[in-house]
C-alpha cells in the first residue's frame, strides 16, 4: 500500500490547492482519501486516513475528508478506483452557469461526452452525495453547480487526467463561447471519435503493425 499512500500524496499536492478538493483511492479492503483541512505538502504517509466502505476508519492518525460520502457513494455504485474532487477555477465557473457542459471536442468522450451538472447541494452531505452520484450515471466526471469538479476511474492516474481534461474542456468551451456559439458534437460524432480511438489506442504508445 505504500506505494499508493505516495502517490495519492503527490495527486494532493499537484491538483489540489491548499484544501480545496479531496483524493481518494482504493487500497487493501478499503479506500485511501486526503484528510479533512491538512496542509496537503506536509501529509505523511501514515497520516492518510484508511476507511471502509461504510466510512468506518481503519487505520490514520487524520479524520477523513468532510466529503468522505461524496467519495464513497462513486465507489459502492460504480466500483471505481480512485475519485479525485477539485475546486478548479474554470470548472467551477462553468458549474455556476451550465446545466451541462457540451461536449464541444473528441476527447471529451473520456468524460461521457456532455458533461452534467448536479444540482446545488450543501458540501458535506449526503445529499450532494446522492445528488452527484445519480448525475454522473453514463459519464466519467460530472460538475457540481456552485461547487466544483468529481471525476473517477479505475485507478489514480485515469481519474486525474480526467479532471485535468474536464478543466481543459471547460476553459476551451469559455473561450470558444466568447467568440460566438460553440458548435457540439452529435451523438454519432462521439461514437465515431470512441471507434477511431479503440481502434488506433489513441493516447498510448504502441509498434507499427500492432506488435508487442
Not at 484544501?19 to 483541512?37: C, H, K, Q
Not at 487524520?62 to 465507489?75: C, G, Q
Not at 469559455?174 to 465515431?192: E, F, K
Request: net charge negative; hydrophobic share 40%; with cysteine.
Amino acid at each position: 500500500m505504500s506505494d499508493k499512500v505516495v502517490a495519492l500524496r503527490e495527486l494532493l499536492v499537484a491538483l489540489v490547492t491548499g484544501t480545496f478538493g479531496n483524493v481518494s483511492a482504493r487500497a487493501r479492503e478499503g479506500v485511501l482519501i486526503s484528510p479533512t483541512g491538512a496542509e496537503l505538502g506536509r501529509l505523511q504517509a501514515r497520516e492518510i486516513p484508511l476507511v471502509d466502505l461504510g466510512g468506518e476508519l481503519i487505520e490514520g492518525d487524520l479524520e477523513p475528508s468532510s466529503e468522505i460520502a461524496l467519495h464513497l457513494a462513486i465507489y459502492r455504485r460504480y466500483g471505481a478506483g480512485a475519485v479525485v474532487h477539485t475546486h478548479a477555477p474554470m470548472s467551477t465557473a462553468v458549474a455556476c452557469v451550465l446545466d451541462e457542459l457540451p461536449c464541444v471536442h473528441y476527447l471529451m468522450v473520456d468524460l461521457g461526452g456532455t458533461v452534467p451538472v448536479a444540482p446545488y447541494r450543501t458540501f458535506g452531505t449526503q445529499a450532494l452525495a446522492d445528488a452527484a452520484s445519480s448525475a454522473i450515471e453514463g459519464h466519467t466526471a460530472v460538475l457540481m453547480s456552485n461547487h466544483g469538479t468529481l471525476a473517477y476511474g479505475g485507478d489514480l492516474a485515469t481519474a486525474a487526467a480526467r479532471t485535468r481534461l474536464l478543466e481543459w474542456a471547460s476553459t476551451l468551451y469559455w473561450r470558444a463561447a466568447g467568440i460566438g456559439t460553440p458548435r457540439t458534437l452529435t451523438a454519432a460524432q462521439q461514437r465515431d471519435a470512441v471507434s477511431e480511438i479503440e481502434g488506433r489506442c489513441y493516447g498510448t504508445t504502441h509498434r507499427l503493425g500492432g506488435g508487442p
